[in-house]
C-alpha cells in the first residue's frame, strides 16, 4: 500500500502483521458485509473496517464499538473470496485497542476480564461467580435476574466453582502468554 | 469404540441436560466417552479476543491431555470445539507458533488424535443408518428446523466436516430418528454467542429473526448442537412461551431411542418442550 504518512503506514503493517491477514488484497466486494449480522448494530461494516486499516486510520477503527460487538461468527472470512479471514482482524483491532487504552464497548472488555479471571483462578470458568461478579462490576446488576433465578433452581447454577488439580499449571500458562 | 470427551464448562452448569444426553446416547450407540482428566477450559471468545497467544495455548493443554489418553477427542460444545480444533490447526500446521506453545504448555505435540465435534464423531464413527436401526421410537409428526450456528462448520478450512453453506449431518441424523426436518437459509447464521450477557439487545434481534424465520418455515421445534446457541435461543427471545422449544441433538437421539432419561432432560428447559411431545404422543 502507499501512504503519504508514515503513521498510517505503520498503523496498516501492525494489523496486517498482527491479525496474519492479506489485508491489502480487500476490493470491498461486501460480500462479508453482507453475511455480517452483528454490525447492523455497530458502527462500520466489516468491509468498512478492512477499508479504514487500509486507509491507515488507527484512531477510527480502534474507537470503534465493531470490532467488540463482532460475535466471531466467521461468516465473513468463510465468504471473502480473497481469502481474509475479517474476524482475526476484529481480534487484532481488539488486542491493539486495549493495549491503547481506547475501548469502546467498555462492558464486554469487562466480561471478558471476568471470565478470564475465573479460568485463571480454577481453570475452568464458575458461571454463576462470573456472572454475579460481572453485574457488580458493570453495574447491571438488574437485568436477567429471573432467568438466573429459575436457571439457580433448575440447578444448573452451581454455588461452588470446579477447581482442577492442575492450577498451577494453568497460571502458568497465563503468567507465560501475559502481553 | 472409544473417545475421550470435553464437555466443557457450560456442561456442567447451563446445559446440563446436554451433558446428561450426550453420554447416555452414546453409551447407547455403543460409543463409550471418557472424560478427559482435568481438563480445562478452551478460554472461549474472551481468550481470543483479547490474547491472541492464551486463546492457542489454553486449549492446547486439552489437546496434550488427549493426545496422552490416545484417543480422538470429541467435542459437544461448538464454542469449545471450534477453540480446541483451532489450536490443533496451529499445531499442526504452523511449525514456529507450535514451538512457542511446546514450551508454554510443557508438552510435545504428535499430531496423532482428531479433534472432532461430537456430531461429527456420531455421524462418522457410528453413522446415519447404525443410528435409523436403532430406532425405538420413531419422532413422527416432529417438524424441526436445525441450527448449526457458527461454529461446527466455521471457518472451513480448519473445520472440514460437512458443508459451510449448507451443512446437513444434523438434519441427517434427525431424519433418521423419523422427524422431518425443513429446510431455511438460517442454518449456519449467529445466534450472538456471548454478546447475550452484555449486550442483550443484539442478541435479541439475532434471536428473533431466528425465531420469525422458523416460525415462518411452519418449524415445531429448532434442534441445536451448542449450549450457547440453545440458551439464547430459549432465554434472549422477546416472549418465553411454550412455543419453539429448542432442542440438543442428542436428546432427539435419546427420545428415539426409547431412553428412559429423557424426561429428565426437558424439565431442565428454559422453554417447556413437554407440551409440543405429548400434542404428537411422543411423551406422557
Ligand atoms: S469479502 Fe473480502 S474482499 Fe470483499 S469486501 Fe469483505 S474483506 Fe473485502
Ligand atoms: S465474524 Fe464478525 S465481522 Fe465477520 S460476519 Fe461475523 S460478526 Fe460480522
Known sequence: ?179 | MKLSYFPGCSLGSTAKEYDKSARIACQALGVELVELKDWVCCGATSAHSTNHLLSIALPSRNVALAQEAGMDLAIPCSACYSRVKKADHVLRHDGELRKEIESIVDFKYNGKINVVSLLEALVSQVGVEAIAKKVQKPLKGLKVVCFYGCLLVRPPEVTNFDNTENPMSMDNIVKALGAETIQWSYKTDCCGANLGLTSTKVVQGMVNRLIEAAKEVEAMAIVTACPLCQSNLEMRRQERGTELPTFFFTELIGLALGLPDAKKWFNLHLINPNPLLQSLSLAD
Request: aromatic content about 8%; proline content about 3%.
Open chain 1, 1 to 179: 500500500m502507499s501512504f503519504i504518512d508514515a503513521d498510517k503506514r505503520k498503523f496498516f503493517n501492525e494489523v496486517k502483521e498482527k491479525s496474519r491477514q492479506p489485508i491489502e488484497l480487500c476490493y470491498q466486494c461486501q460480500k462479508c458485509a453482507s453475511g455480517c449480522i452483528a454490525t447492523g448494530f455497530a458502527d462500520y461494516y466489516p468491509n468498512e473496517i478492512i477499508r479504514l486499516v487500509q486507509l491507515g486510520q488507527k484512531e477510527r477503527v480502534l474507537n470503534s464499538s465493531s470490532i467488540w460487538i463482532c460475535s466471531s461468527c466467521e461468516t465473513c472470512g468463510a465468504r471473502c473470496p480473497n481469502g481474509i479471514n475479517t474476524a482475526e482482524v476484529m481480534d487484532a483491532l481488539k488486542e491493539m485497542a486495549i493495549a491503547a487504552g481506547m475501548v469502546k464497548e467498555k462492558n464486554i472488555n469487562l466480561f471478558h476480564n471476568t471470565f478470564l479471571n475465573s479460568v485463571r483462578s480454577h481453570g475452568r470458568v464458575h458461571e454463576t461467580s462470573m456472572m454475579v461478579i460481572y453485574k457488580i462490576k458493570s453495574g447491571d446488576l438488574f437485568s436477567d435476574m429471573d432467568v438466573g433465578l429459575e436457571m439457580f433452581r433448575k440447578g444448573k447454577l452451581p454455588l461452588f466453582p470446579h477447581r482442577i488439580k492442575a492450577r498451577g499449571k494453568i497460571k502458568d500458562i497465563f503468567n507465560k502468554t501475559a502481553h
